[in-house]
């Protein structure tokens, strides 16, 4: 595993690792690079190199997660970037992944349940993933920007609360997905449509891993410091 970094040109990351493009776009990074470094693109976009490569390594590198580095960086740093990708998922990839589904469904003549129920169990999934995020954006990530600077103002809601364990259930449910897909699919459906949902549904699932590793195991450590003031 080498790591990618300042001295790497960008153009290497979306060669070799072109799913990591999404992530790229959270820094407001785009093709069209050029011959530039990760240094240099990180100088012009205001973006903390270290803080890029951490982000981009760990998702490039799937047995790679710099926890002490990221628990360096300043929360305010994480939440934006925890921002955009909910934002990304909200208004891009669920879009992506329901017309793909839609497609998939009107491409099948069968009246069996199993096509049909797979959409039921798909959009309880979906609807319990955008209300977590929801629900993050609208108190979490406030709560937890306002006692950075006002610690007195904690109420211990991060303490008194599994939200590492919400994220496991939603997993869960993703998975239980999968296997409805995987193993108890039996009706007539397009092929390449079924692939398509399936790949769309599993590249998603890596992102919103990764997503909750950084939660679970750098914002969440650092908010609940805060708590304890």
């Keep these: 595993?080498?790591?990618?970094?300042?001295?790497?040109?960008?153009?290497?990351?979306?060669?070799?690792?072109?799913?990591?493009?999404?992530?790229?776009?959270?820094?407001?990074?785009?093709?069209?690079?050029?011959?530039?470094?990760?240094?240099?693109?990180?100088?012009?976009?205001?973006?903390?190199?270290?803080?890029?490569?951490a982000i981009v390594n760990t998702y490039a590198y799937p047995q790679y997660f710099p926890k002490q580095e990221l628990l360096s960086f300043s929360p305010v740093l994480i939440i934006d970037y925890l921002k955009k990708t909910h934002a990304y998922y909200r208004n891009y990839v669920i879009p992506s992944i329901d017309a793909s589904l839609t497609k998939?469904?009107?491409?099948?003549?069968?009246?069996?349940?199993?096509?049909?129920?797979?959409?039921?169990?798909?959009?309880?999934?979906?609807?319990?993933?955008?209300?977590?995020?929801?629900?993050?954006?609208?108190?979490?990530?406030?709560?937890?920007?306002?006692?950075?600077?006002?610690?007195?103002?904690s109420d211990g809601r991060l303490a008194s609360k599994n939200y590492e364990h919400e994220h496991h259930h939603i997993e869960n449910k993703i998975e239980d997905l999968k296997n409805l897909l995987l193993k108890y699919m039996d009706t007539d459906y397009d092929d390449n449509l079924y692939n398509d949902f399936i790949f769309k549904l599993f590249m998603f699932e890596k992102d919103a891993k990764d997503h909750a590793r950084i939660e679970d195991a750098i914002?969440?450590?650092?908010?609940?410091?805060?708590?304890r003031i």
């Design 104 to 153: 998939l469904i009107a491409s099948s003549n069968s009246q069996k349940s199993d096509i049909h129920l797979l959409k039921t169990f798909y959009e309880g999934y979906k609807k319990e993933f955008l209300a977590h995020n929801e629900n993050e954006e609208r108190h979490i990530f406030p709560y937890i920007l306002n006692i950075l600077d006002n610690p007195h103002e």
């Design 1 to 53: 595993m080498k790591l990618y970094t300042k001295e790497n040109k960008v153009i290497s990351i979306l060669r070799n690792h072109n799913y990591v493009l999404p992530v790229l776009n959270r820094f407001d990074i785009r093709p069209g690079v050029h011959d530039k470094t990760i240094e240099e693109i990180c100088s012009e976009k205001q973006i903390v190199v270290n803080f890029f490569l």
């Design 219 to 227: 914002l969440l450590p650092i908010a609940r410091t805060f708590e």
